[in-house]
């Protein structure tokens, strides 16, 4: 393997600048002004989901609040313990 050129600090700024205009004008070019807001960490709205997306996050909802219900059965099913030893 050959070694490559070494590289400025200056250079390495300049190509890392490039990169994300380059992400930026891509991003502009498939999904106009839209394409540049910053949505991480948010969820899509309903209408912007697939059927499959609709589905998975039903099903994650359904587990939730199953996991939630165990958890509150598990805490009747003690309490009622502990009410029958101290009468």
Do not use: F, H
Not at 62 to 87: D, F, G, Q, S, T
């Amino acid at each position: 393997m050959t070694k490559g050129r070494k590289t400025t600090y200056e250079e390495r700024v300049e190509i890392v600048s490039y990169q994300q205009i380059y992400s930026w004008v891509r991003k502009y070019n498939e999904k106009g002004a839209e394409g540049l807001l910053d949505k991480r960490g948010k969820r899509k709205s309903e209408s912007e989901m697939t059927e499959l997306e609709k589905l998975r996050a039903e099903n994650r909802m359904l587990e939730a609040r199953n996991k939630r219900l165990e958890m509150e059965n598990a805490v009747l099913k003690k309490l009622e313990e502990i009410e029958r030893r101290c009468p």
